[in-house]
């Protein structure tokens, strides 16, 4: 018998139906089509404005989609995972409201804040309770509503981001498909570079922090450019290195889409064809932790069982790593 994996037997998207295009932003901020596509690849967002709606809701529309593909009665999930950093309130958490919402009645679950790694941490993790053979049925959500912390102002921020919401089903497999291996890091080092400075325990809501903007995202884009393309290379390098694999034994790379340039500067240093990386940037921009899946649900079509998929992210935090799977649909 072979060991078993969990696998990703479903995935499935879903992104609001509102676009914010370069040429809206050119309207709110300093910039240009132009500019925005040259340096990061985006021409468009998605951006939720369902009144009443937040990220639990884009959740809970992925995860219907993805109980209906897979023929999954809500009942039968064990564990949801939400991957994300903009939950609908600071507690409770999001997973516990979108079980509520698809009726996962006899879930548990919880939220992994990892930013822009949320996706890979929740898969790797949500892997483990199928591997160990503690559960059968394991739902993945990777979500973030940006719009929701983005200052509408600040042309540095406002032109990566936009909302959505990936989610997978994670089954035991014992035919050699599955999460096979991953290289995850963290450096709280990092956190200045790219955070939320108000609305925590440090820094509590007040009237000074919502007159200082201090409510939504800050970045030193730069820095974290070149953080990104490090670690991103650097932890794909020590996974195919321990898995005894070459680039050419990978079909597809899927990296975290927060700049068309970060993306081709890793596949460049990883001398990996283009051809065979996933990108959707242009039309969703940088959605945080649902990136990786919305990859995966855009690109399922070309996917052939058997398939060796390396998943790569860079976040704030910092958060960072890669995760080795063989696709098994
Ligand atoms: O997903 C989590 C991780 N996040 C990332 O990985 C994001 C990493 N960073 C980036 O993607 C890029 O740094 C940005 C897209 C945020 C910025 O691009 P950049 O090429 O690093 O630009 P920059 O900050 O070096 O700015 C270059 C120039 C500046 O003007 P001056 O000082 O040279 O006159 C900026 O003020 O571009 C200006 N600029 C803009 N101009 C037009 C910055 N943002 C804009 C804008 N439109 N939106």
Redesign the pocket.
Known sequence: MGKIHAAITGVNGWVPETKLTNFD?EKL????DE??TS??GIRERRILKTEGWATSDMCAEAVKGLLEKTGTKPGEIDLLIVATVTADMVFPDTANTVCDKVGAKNAWGYDINA??SGFLFALATGAQFIQNETYKKVVVVGADMMSSIIDYTD??????FGDGAGAVLLEPKKDGTGVIDFVLRADGGGRHL?HMKAGGSLQPASHETVDNREHFVY?D??R??VH?VKGMTSTTEELLRRNKMTTDDVQWMVP?Q??M??ITSVAEHLNFPMERVMVNIQKFG?T?AGTLPLCLWDYENQLKKGDNLVLTA???GFTWGALYLKWAI
């Open positions: 932003l901020v300093d910039t240009n500019w925005i340096r990061t930013a822009c042309r540095n921020t406002c032109v990566i790219l970045q884009g730069k974290v450019f990104a975290h927060a700049n340039r970060i940088n945080t860079f976040g704030g």
